[in-house]
């Protein structure tokens, strides 16, 4: 399958010139750097949806009066119409940490699909069938179900459509699931105790059943009791239309997507770094969107292994049966690698290049396109990541002299790789070279007053603060005179004065004094994943014309 690697001719200039359907060069491009132009194939099925997850993580438990699910789920199309969808479901799960992604976090039986349907922006609902059938079941453990569904009429480019499954199981059997409920987003997960029921939730839109979405552990990520409930769905969305623009196929780890988890999602469910860049409408680079093939947690060295070959399996089979054997992706975007950090450069840098190079390779052609990215640091801090100064780093995680400075200069040398963004720049702290942002860089106004009443005893969930702070955001605010405390903002209620009366997650007494100084994180507190803030400013700093890695050249 060398094919895959997809040549094309080089980069050119264009001024006024049609790429896409979608996107014209403008000429103020005239005379720089510019993608060939897109050469469509509109009957070859290509990733159609952003927000795709895999199902894994842990297990769940059907239980009496909620052994009939339903998820709402909503997606963003690509940058071109679409009408002719496949969308694949899956009785597998996937290891998140650990061994990920590894492929064993499987339900006791089957995952049972009484229906399913594609949501038209418009609210129409058209069925997906299965063969011909209302419904299908995905065999515990291996098994891949196809649903297809032909609209009447082509999705414009740039949608959001959604997905409706309802499942069920026995009680006292275990389910998969893969997607947070991200509520902002008009996103439900009903459970009752028939068919009939669950039905009747769906269609009348009510709220999500309490016990599958509960204010607790909304936006939290953990283990099946101190979680949020993961909701069974679409393994991936695929539809024909495709205009010919890159396709990356996507070696990834929790780095796209956490810790984000639901509130901060984009409009498009976007979550991360490179899920965010990548779906960037850039006037002259256009959006792509990705075939995410890793979870938080993966590992280069354990990816493409034995126990990890359903997912590869799968996208060959669709490329096999459906694409007259072309495949689902152009070429490769290995973001992964940080999970196999060692203290040894080269042990650290060989597990991940040899996932590219002799796994991939090995199994798609040696011309296979692969762009490589290099790996930022993890941090520890002495003030909960206020400053810049507060960030310490380890040597192995030296982004200058350490473990990690090598491993991305033999990343940025490998010939495992014809291309690589080095992303660091755009990460950095400007102030010095080795540490990341710092909440001191997003300073975001002042508490508007002060939460709660002050008692320093009755806890307190709701904080109105500016209304330009992003819902999802971790914030952190001065509660008294240089002590810092922080929350994280999962609802929002705009009150139209300039404020907004935002829900928080972590629901505490504190005594907070009014008009506190306010800044956005940019960090979780493990230090190990950014946040909304570091996230965004990664976004907006990493150039969009780093795209024209993805084009191999004649």
Known sequence: ??????????????????????????????????????????NRYMPAATRTHWSGGFTQTYVTGLNYQCS??????????????????????????????????????????????????????????????????????????????????ELPGWSIFGIRTVYHGTVGNTYIGGYRC???????????????????????????????DPDLFYNTVGNASNSQPLAYGPALVLAKGWDGRPVPLLLADSLIERQEIAA???????????????DQRDPVWGSYIPLVMGVPGAHSETELAASAMLRWNMIDAIAATYNGGKPIWTFV??????????????????????????????????????????????????DAGRTVAGLSVAAQWNPVSGVLATVNNTIKASATYNKVIDMLPAFLSDTDPTKGPAAEMFPLGNVIGHPGNQDGVTNWDTIKLPA???????????????????????????????????????????????????????????????????????????????????????
């Not at 359907?21 to 000429?27: E, H, Q, S």
């Not at 129409?124 to 009447?152: C, H, K, N, R, W």
């Not at 975007?333 to 450069?345: C, H, I, K, V, W």
């Open 1 to 42: 399958m060398a094919q895959l690697a997809n040549r094309r001719p080089p980069l050119v200039s264009y001024s006024d010139r049609p790429i896409s359907r979608g996107i014209v060069t403008p000429t103020a491009a005239f005379g720089k750097e510019a993608p060939p132009p897109w050469v469509p194939d509109p």
């Open 72 to 153: 709402k789920l909503y997606f963003g199309s690509p940058d071109y119409p679409t009408n002719d969808f496949l969308i694949p479901f899956v009785g597998f799960g996937l290891t998140e940490g650990s061994l990920a992604p590894q492929e064993t976090i499987n339900p006791n039986a089957d995952m049972l699909i009484d229906e399913a349907f594609f949501i038209h922006p418009n609210g129409a609902e058209y069925p997906i069938l299965f063969a011909g059938s209302a419904a299908a079941a995905a065999t515990a453990a291996t098994g891949i179900v196809y649903g297809q569904v032909t609209l009447p009429a």
């Open 182 to 212: 991200q509520r902002h987003r008009g996103e439900k997960y009903w459970a009752a105790g028939d068919l009939a029921s669950v039905r009747a939730l769906a269609a009348e839109n009510a709220p999500s059943t309490p016990d599958r």
């Open 264 to 278: 901060s999602a984009d409009v498009r469910g976007n979550m991360g770094i490179w899920r965010r860049w990548l």
């Open 333 to 382: 975007l290995d973001q992964s690698g940080r999970n196999d950090f060692n203290a040894t450069a080269g042990t650290w840098s060989g597990r991940k290049t040899a996932l590219v190079g002799t796994r991939v390779k090995g199994r798609y052609g040696a011309g296979t396109w692969c762009v490589g990215i290099t790996l930022m640091p993890t941090y520890t801090s002495s």
């Open 468 to 554: 330009s702070v992003p819902l999802g955001a971790r914030v952190m605010f001065e509660y008294q005179p240089a002590i810092y405390t922080s929350r994280t903002l999962i609802g929002k209620t705009d009150n139209g004065d300039g404020t907004a009366d935002f829900k928080v997650q972590e629901v505490f007494a504190t005594n907070v004094q009014d008009n506190a100084a306010l800044f956005g994180h940019a960090w979780n507190g493990d230090f190990v994943h950014p946040v909304l803030h570091g996230i965004l400013r990664t976004v907006s700093r990493l150039p969009q014309a780093e795209k024209a890695k993805f084009y191999p050249l004649a």
